[in-house]
């Protein structure tokens, strides 16, 4: 058994380092067709050291850090050459391949960069964050009440962009002699501000009602074991699918069945399952969207169906129908202080019972009531374009006081930034 592992183990890091290596050479050769990064240009520099697997973190912030670059010139570092590779065919901002540190190096010697943006907490995050003389500023990939949102880690920047109250309750559990008032600076969900932006639906509307159900991954450990693609998942679909009146848009976590491959299989069952029911009706336009782009799903939906994850408060901001699954882990860890003490949880049942919660939650409006102040609590105000000024306010602020400390600073001289050790990457196992 164990020789086995270890046999595919070893073919899995051979595949990982020749695909690594043709990402590389075809990364290499469309930079070459690129013209160079124009000096001292760009003022704020988004950091991503993950691989394209989890691009989706970074994928989210696409519209507004385009916004804002219109004001604030900004260039996406990114450390792994697969994603590197898509965020230069897809990223609507210049990207700079920094794969080592005397690449990383090269470019903030180059670039004026006052900010540094993190949308998560990868351990490379330090190799970027030993920079001083800048802010290093956490604006995370999602709002969400996972035990990934209280983690200390926070104190390792300078300053984090929360959603709002409920996030600044949630770290304030967790966080002691934290500078909430300079250091925590809510902006509601900037994204939810684009959450359409001229999208073309890929179906025709009509009177089908709309379910959105987007799953998180199974999850690396009990106590975060909230997917629901092989608890929850294949008897809702089938169950939809099966009433005529529904029209299904699945979009699972980019990750699920990386750890169970149970979660796999229901995954692809899933998956069949919509192929089938499309090939029986064509008029029924169920979608399996796996694409880049998220928002759209999220403003369409007349009731959405996801997992605790970030994905939950993504669809609070939208303000409409929402159903949460309950996980079927006693083990997962549930934070039942905030939105989940009062969700619309969905159990795994049957698929006529599965329908059944569905149909009752789009059409109550007692439970529209309760969405209605959570959304408040979470985000603040909501109307279109708050949001979107709340972020660039806090962007305004933060250049305005690097100007102060550079002013305050300015007989200090220049420092050496230079990274003495050689760090040759091993293979990008998450390239």
Same mark, same amino acid.
């Given at each position: 058994?164990?020789?086995?592992?270890?046999?595919?183990?070893?073919?899995?890091? #051979?595949?990982?380092?020749?695909?690594?290596?043709?990402?590389? $050479?075809?990364?290499?050769?469309?930079?070459?067709?690129?013209?160079?990064?124009?000096? &001292?240009?760009?003022? +704020?520099?988004?950091?991503?050291?993950?691989?394209?697997?989890?691009?989706?973190?970074?994928?989210? *912030?696409?519209?507004?850090?385009?916004?804002?670059?219109?004001?604030?010139?900004?260039?996406?570092?990114?450390?792994?050459?697969?994603?590197?590779?898509?965020?230069?065919?897809?990223?609507?901002?210049? @990207?700079?391949?920094?794969?080592?540190?005397?690449?990383?190096?090269?470019?903030?010697?180059?670039?004026?960069?006052? @900010?540094?943006?993190?949308?998560?907490?990868? #351990?490379?995050?330090?190799?970027?964050? $030993?920079?001083?003389?800048?802010?290093?500023?956490?604006?995370?990939?999602?709002?969400?009440?996972?035990?990934?949102?209280?983690?200390?880690?926070?104190?390792?920047?300078?300053?984090?962009? +929360?959603?709002?109250?409920?996030?600044?309750?949630?770290? =304030?559990?967790?966080? *002691? =002699?934290?500078?909430?008032?300079?250091?925590?600076?809510?902006?509601?969900?900037?994204?939810?501000?684009?959450?359409?932006?001229?999208?073309?639906?890929?179906?025709?509307?009509?009177?089908?009602?709309?379910?959105?159900?987007?799953?998180? *991954?199974?999850?690396? $450990?009990?106590?975060?074991?909230?997917?629901?693609?092989?608890?929850?998942?294949?008897?809702?679909?089938?169950?939809?699918?099966?009433?005529?009146?529904?029209?299904?848009?699945?979009?699972?976590?980019?990750?699920?069945?990386?750890?169970?491959?149970?979660?796999?299989?229901?995954?692809?069952?899933?998956?069949?399952?919509? !192929?089938?029911?499309?090939?029986?009706?064509?008029?029924?336009? &169920?979608?399996?969207?796996?694409?880049?782009?998220?928002?759209?799903?999220?403003?369409?939906?007349?009731?959405?169906? @996801?997992? +605790?994850? #970030?994905?939950?408060?993504?669809?609070?901001?939208?303000?409409?129908?929402?159903?949460?699954?309950?996980?079927?882990?006693?083990?997962?860890?549930? =934070?039942?202080?905030?939105?989940?003490?009062?969700?619309?949880?969905?159990? !795994?049942?049957?698929?006529?019972?599965?329908?059944? $919660?569905?149909?009752?939650?789009? &059409?109550?409006?007692?439970?529209?009531?309760?969405?209605?102040? *959570?959304?408040?609590?979470?985000?603040?105000?909501?109307?279109?374009?708050?949001?979107?000024?709340?972020?660039?306010?806090?962007?305004?602020?933060?250049?305005?006081?690097?100007?102060?400390?550079?002013?305050?600073?300015?007989?200090?001289?220049?420092?050496?930034?230079?990274?003495?050790?050689?760090?040759?990457?091993?293979?990008?196992?998450?390239?």
């Amino acid at each position: 058994m164990g020789l086995r592992r270890d046999a595919r183990r070893a073919v899995k890091l #051979a595949k990982e380092i020749m695909w690594s290596r043709r990402a590389q $050479r075809a990364l290499g050769e469309k930079l070459r067709q690129q013209p160079p990064l124009e000096p &001292h240009r760009f003022k +704020i520099g988004v950091y991503f050291a993950d691989g394209k697997v989890n691009l989706y973190q970074l994928r989210q *912030w696409y519209a507004p850090l385009a916004e804002l670059a219109e004001t604030y010139p900004v260039l996406l570092l990114s450390r792994a050459s697969g994603a590197a590779l898509s965020l230069v065919d897809e990223s609507p901002l210049p @990207v700079a391949y920094v794969r080592r540190v005397a690449d990383l190096e090269r470019v903030v010697h180059e670039q004026d960069l006052h @900010v540094i943006f993190y949308v998560n907490q990868n #351990a490379k995050n330090f190799q970027m964050m $030993r920079y001083g003389r800048r802010w290093h500023v956490f604006i995370n990939h999602g709002e969400s009440d996972k035990m990934y949102m209280t983690t200390n880690q926070f104190k390792a920047y300078d300053y984090a962009l +929360i959603a709002g109250d409920a996030a600044r309750a949630r770290l =304030d559990k967790v966080l *002691w =002699d934290y500078d909430f008032d300079k250091r925590a600076i809510p902006i509601g969900r900037p994204q939810a501000d684009h959450y359409l932006d001229g999208t073309v639906l890929p179906y025709t509307p009509d009177e089908r009602e709309v379910v959105l159900y987007a799953p998180t *991954w199974e999850g690396d $450990r009990d106590a975060a074991a909230y997917g629901s693609i092989a608890t929850h998942g294949v008897e809702l679909v089938r169950g939809l699918l099966a009433t005529g009146r529904h029209r299904v848009i699945y979009r699972p976590h980019p990750r699920s069945g990386v750890v169970d491959e149970a979660y796999g299989a229901a995954n692809r069952q899933i998956i069949q399952a919509l !192929a089938a029911a499309n090939a029986a009706d064509p008029s029924a336009q &169920h979608v399996y969207d796996h694409g880049p782009k998220l928002g759209w799903q999220l403003a369409a939906a007349d009731v959405a169906i @996801v997992d +605790i994850s #970030a994905m939950v408060y993504d669809r609070l901001a939208a303000g409409k129908p929402l159903l949460i699954t309950r996980p079927v882990n006693p083990a997962a860890q549930i =934070d039942t202080s905030g939105y989940l003490q009062a969700c619309e949880w969905l159990a !795994a049942t049957d698929a006529a019972g599965l329908v059944s $919660r569905v149909d009752e939650v789009a &059409h109550d409006e007692a439970a529209l009531e309760r969405l209605g102040f *959570w959304v408040e609590r979470y985000f603040g105000d909501t109307t279109p374009g708050v949001t979107t000024a709340r972020f660039h306010a806090a962007v305004d602020h933060l250049m305005a006081e690097w100007e102060r400390f550079a002013e305050l600073h300015a007989g200090d001289g220049e420092i050496d930034e230079h990274d003495e050790s050689d760090d040759e990457d091993d293979l990008e196992a998450t390239a």
